[in-house]
């Protein structure tokens, strides 16, 4: 079969989808300015060089209709209704079942935690339940001297097994089934595709039961206070400290010659030798590399500060104890999106919005982070881990927050008076969209209304909810797809791939487009997976005369499978930085999991859709 012959404008719309796709990969560019960047140059080029199609011009309005479209406006509020949950700590009594009974029957309590992060993952986003279960189950797994690395990565692909079961378990789902009835198909109901995933997902689940621990080697634990996580930290030397005026032989006497000084900074730019003989000045930085515990100890014995005193940030709740009892550590880890993403704690006032004082940096698979002009100055990345002090209340407020998160599992999870009314709500949202009393767009933005009116979340709680680069991964890429179908680039890519498996059977050529989207989500962005390849799917099953349905739900499946590696999926992220995990570590458990689900959708479909 030949393969039609794309004109200027589709290849043009086809080069941009490749540089697009590999923007989103770049980690050192964050993906909302890649989006903005994909966005301005396609409505720039079709307005400058205007385009028409049998007869039908595309106009560049067309490409910001993703701001309004249906599955983004559903998407954000299931985001900011699953916000009140947290909020309130309505999940709170579940939690604590879950860490229950892991002493007695370890083996039984995993289970149950996969199938209950599963289940709830079919209804809930699963980032915040994901937050929710790290620091139990550490917590959990310390106790009875575990590994958590065996529980934390079972425990977070359940959850994305979890999200494929319903139409808004995951945005990928909402915006796969948007995107297809935008392109005439039948709007699929909430448990359209149910059961596909509750056959191969209990398949998958068992899997990270049974197999998936075994072949996870033993790493050390984040939180484990008998192998704590080393940060590159600065002590500042001011009029008050013992440093000041004493040698450093003196200095690194008083610690018991346990501190190792790896050099010190005297003014702006300029280091001095590290001679036992050399003096120490008011201003001068020493760099030293250690524990929490143990940076604190030396923080104290030779009065010098962790923090900047001249800091133009405030240093609050920092009286002359280097940390009074009413004060705690906690780590933070920054997570891809997040407010401190790619950006400086300086930039974000983080000190004055958060009111904690940032101490030090850990950085995985670094074991030194050059801090020269401060801590405050570092642009920090994806995985990076936080040092901060500061009193309970202030910690408590920034887990609450939800926007990083802390590995700090001493803390009770949050509960209100309004729990209760939190769970009505949900419950409200879908069951309505699940019988069909109201469509989930609707019933979602009801939801965020009543979660409003009845408190459980503020305004600044439910703006806090939203994510900038979510929403504008979904808008760049739906104005991709717009741009693939109205100049022919999808019909092309189908006409490509209908070529290639040319005489194969349909089945084949069902397996072979889900495991290429498959391939594809865990390097991108699933949602820029799943919307470009939605149109593409629809093309190729038009091309070869199959069931329409059965290559959409290939789509959203092979997308939803972000099992390989950490950056598949921003949960994967999270259990990458606390479970002290290697990139090889997802390898081992995401590749067999992502053959395991592929094969068994592979062999479900055809017979669901009768396909020959």
Same mark, same amino acid.
């Given at each position: 079969?030949?393969?039609?012959?794309?004109?200027?404008?589709?290849?043009?719309?086809?080069?941009?989808?490749?540089?697009?796709?590999?923007?989103?990969?770049?980690?050192?560019?964050?993906?909302?300015?890649?989006?903005?960047?994909?966005?301005?140059?396609?409505?720039?080029?079709?307005?400058? #060089?205007?385009?028409?199609?049998?007869?039908?011009?595309?106009?560049?309005?067309?490409?910001?209709?993703?701001?309004?479209?249906?599955?983004?406006?559903?998407?954000?509020?299931?985001?900011?209704?699953?916000?009140?949950?947290?909020?309130?700590?309505?999940?709170?009594?579940?939690?604590?079942?879950?860490?229950?009974?892991?002493?007695?029957?370890?083996?039984?309590?995993?289970?149950?935690?996969?199938?209950?992060?599963?289940?709830?993952?079919?209804?809930?986003?699963?980032?915040?339940?994901?937050?929710?279960?790290?620091?139990?189950?550490?917590?959990?797994?310390?106790?009875?001297?575990?590994?958590?690395?065996?529980?934390?990565?079972?425990?977070?692909?359940?959850?994305?097994?979890?999200?494929?079961?319903?139409?808004?378990?995951?945005?990928?789902?909402?915006?796969?089934?948007?995107?297809?009835?935008?392109?005439?198909?039948?709007?699929?109901?909430?448990?359209?595709?149910?059961?596909?995933?509750?056959?191969?997902?209990?398949?998958?689940?068992?899997?990270?039961?049974?197999?998936?621990?075994?072949?996870?080697?033993?790493?050390?634990?984040?939180?484990?206070?008998?192998?704590?996580?080393?940060?590159?930290?600065?002590?500042?030397?001011?009029?008050?400290?013992?440093?000041?005026?004493?040698?450093?032989?003196?200095?690194?006497?008083?610690?018991?010659?346990?501190?190792?000084?790896?050099?010190?900074?005297?003014?702006?730019?300029?280091?001095?030798?590290?001679?036992?003989?050399?003096?120490?000045?008011?201003?001068?930085?020493?760099?030293?590399?250690? *524990?929490?515990?143990?940076?604190?100890?030396?923080?104290?014995?030779?009065?010098? +500060?962790?923090?900047?005193?001249?800091?133009?940030?405030?240093?609050?709740?920092?009286?002359?104890?280097?940390?009074?009892?009413?004060?705690?550590?906690?780590?933070?880890?920054?997570?891809?999106?997040?407010?401190?993403?790619?950006?400086?704690?300086?930039?974000?006032?983080?000190?004055?919005?958060?009111?904690?004082?940032?101490?030090?940096?850990?950085?995985?698979?670094?074991?030194?982070?050059?801090?020269?002009?401060?801590?405050?100055?570092?642009?920090?990345?994806?995985?990076?881990?936080?040092?901060?002090?500061?009193?309970?209340?202030?910690?408590?407020?920034?887990?609450?927050?939800?926007?990083?998160?802390?590995?700090?599992?001493? *803390?009770?999870?949050?509960?209100?008076?309004?729990?209760?009314?939190?769970?009505?709500?949900?419950?409200?949202?879908?069951?309505?969209?699940?019988?069909?009393?109201?469509?989930?767009?609707?019933?979602?933005?009801?939801?965020?209304?009543?979660?409003?009116?009845?408190?459980?979340?503020?305004?600044?709680?439910?703006?806090?909810?939203?994510?900038?680069?979510?929403?504008?991964?979904?808008?760049?890429?739906?104005?991709?797809?717009?741009?693939?179908?109205?100049?022919?680039?999808?019909?092309?890519?189908?006409?490509?791939?209908?070529?290639?498996? #040319?005489?194969?059977?349909?089945?084949?050529?069902?397996?072979?487009?889900?495991?290429?989207?498959?391939?594809?989500?865990?390097?991108?962005?699933?949602?820029?997976?799943?919307?470009?390849? +939605?149109?593409?799917?629809?093309?190729?099953? *038009?091309?070869?005369?199959?069931?329409?349905?059965?290559?959409?739900?290939?789509?959203?499946?092979?997308?939803?499978?972000?099992?390989?590696?950490?950056?598949?999926?921003?949960?994967?992220?999270?259990?990458?930085?606390?479970?002290?995990?290697?990139?090889?570590?997802?390898?081992?458990?995401?590749?067999?999991?992502?053959?395991?689900?592929?094969?068994?959708?592979?062999?479900?479909?055809?017979?669901?859709?009768?396909?020959?």
């Amino acid at each position: 079969m030949q393969p039609i012959i794309p004109d200027a404008h589709a290849i043009f719309a086809l080069l941009l989808t490749v540089v697009a796709l590999f923007l989103f990969t770049r980690d050192r560019v964050p993906l909302e300015s890649s989006c903005l960047v994909v966005l301005v140059t396609l409505v720039l080029v079709f307005e400058i #060089f205007p385009y028409e199609r049998n007869g039908v011009p595309v106009r560049v309005t067309d490409f910001f209709a993703g701001f309004g479209h249906e599955a983004l406006i559903t998407i954000a509020a299931l985001l900011i209704v699953g916000r009140g949950l947290e909020a309130t700590g309505a999940l709170r009594p579940v939690a604590i079942l879950m860490s229950k009974g892991w002493k007695e029957r370890p083996k039984i309590s995993l289970l149950a935690t996969l199938i209950v992060a599963a289940a709830l993952s079919a209804f809930l986003n699963n980032t915040p339940i994901v937050v929710m279960l790290l620091p139990i189950m550490v917590s959990v797994a310390l106790r009875n001297r575990t590994a958590p690395s065996e529980i934390l990565m079972p425990m977070g692909l359940a959850t994305l097994i979890g999200g494929m079961a319903t139409t808004i378990g995951t945005s990928t789902n909402l915006l796969v089934v948007g995107i297809a009835a935008d392109l005439g198909l039948g709007r699929m109901s909430m448990f359209y595709f149910t059961l596909p995933v509750l056959i191969a997902g209990s398949v998958g689940i068992l899997f990270l039961w049974l197999i998936a621990p075994r072949l996870l080697p033993e790493r050390r634990a984040p939180m484990q206070d008998t192998s704590p996580r080393i940060f590159n930290a600065q002590l500042y030397v001011n009029e008050e400290s013992f440093a000041t005026g004493k040698t450093l032989s003196e200095v690194l006497a008083r610690t018991d010659n346990r501190m190792t000084v790896s050099r010190i900074q005297r003014g702006e730019g300029l280091f001095v030798a590290k001679l036992p003989s050399v003096v120490m000045q008011v201003g001068d930085r020493l760099y030293v590399n250690d *524990t929490p515990e143990m940076l604190k100890e030396f923080e104290q014995l030779i009065g010098a +500060t962790l923090h900047q005193p001249d800091s133009e940030q405030p240093q609050p709740d920092t009286p002359d104890s280097p940390l009074p009892p009413e004060q705690q550590l906690a780590e933070v880890v920054v997570t891809r999106g997040s407010l401190l993403h790619h950006r400086t704690l300086r930039s974000t006032r983080f000190t004055t919005r958060f009111r904690l004082v940032p101490l030090a940096i850990h950085r995985a698979r670094t074991h030194v982070v050059d801090t020269g002009r401060g801590i405050d100055e570092i642009r920090l990345r994806a995985g990076d881990v936080l040092l901060v002090q500061g009193s309970p209340d202030h910690i408590n407020g920034l887990k609450r927050g939800g926007q990083m998160l802390v590995l700090d599992g001493t *803390t009770d999870l949050p509960h209100t008076k309004r729990a209760n009314t939190a769970l009505g709500i949900i419950a409200f949202v879908v069951i309505s969209a699940a019988t069909g009393l109201l469509p989930i767009s609707v019933s979602s933005l009801t939801g965020v209304a009543l979660m409003i009116l009845t408190r459980c979340l503020d305004w600044r709680n439910a703006a806090g909810a939203l994510s900038t680069p979510v929403i504008l991964i979904i808008v760049a890429s739906l104005g991709l797809g717009v741009a693939l179908m109205a100049t022919g680039g999808a019909e092309f890519v189908a006409h490509l791939f209908v070529a290639m498996t #040319f005489g194969l059977p349909t089945p084949m050529v069902l397996s072979g487009l889900m495991l290429l989207i498959a391939l594809l989500t865990n390097v991108v962005s699933n949602n820029a997976a799943a919307v470009i390849g +939605t149109p593409i799917a629809v093309s190729v099953a *038009t091309e070869i005369g199959a069931a329409p349905e059965a290559f959409v739900l290939a789509v959203l499946f092979g997308a939803n499978m972000s099992f390989a590696t950490p950056m598949g999926y921003q949960t994967n992220l999270l259990v990458f930085s606390a479970g002290g995990y290697k990139f090889s570590d997802f390898l081992r458990v995401g590749i067999p999991l992502t053959i395991i689900m592929w094969l068994a959708f592979s062999f479900l479909m055809p017979m669901m859709y009768q396909l020959d």
